[in-house]
């Protein structure tokens, strides 16, 4: 049975990331580590978001993505998945942002 995660000081969950746990077996603990320690860090595809990455450890490479937007001390994670292959580099963020990030967590 899925528990969906609870929303505490440093973390909001939206409905939709509930539906995409479930869909690729990515549990809370996972997400909070990518986004703790990324491998990569990006522009997100929406406004003023940001998408982290980690590979998955499975036989053929697979890339975790995970999307939010950061509001005040807070961090509203908005969606997660799976990526199958390595994918390209886009518009890495700026090191100021992430300076910032790195201070929340």
Partial sequence: MFKPPKN??????TH???DKMRCYGISESRIKRIIRFPKRIEEG???????VMQPAGTKRYQEIWVMY????KK???IT???YPGKSSERNPVPTEI??????LL
């Fill in 8 to 13: 505490d000081a440093k973390y909001s969950w």
């Fill in 16 to 18: 939709h990331i509930y």
């Fill in 45 to 51: 595809i929406a406004l003023d978001t940001i998408a």
């Fill in 69 to 72: 937007k950061l509001f005040g």
């Fill in 75 to 77: 961090i509203k994670i």
């Fill in 80 to 82: 997660a998945w799976r």
């Fill in 98 to 103: 992430i300076n910032e990030i790195r201070k």
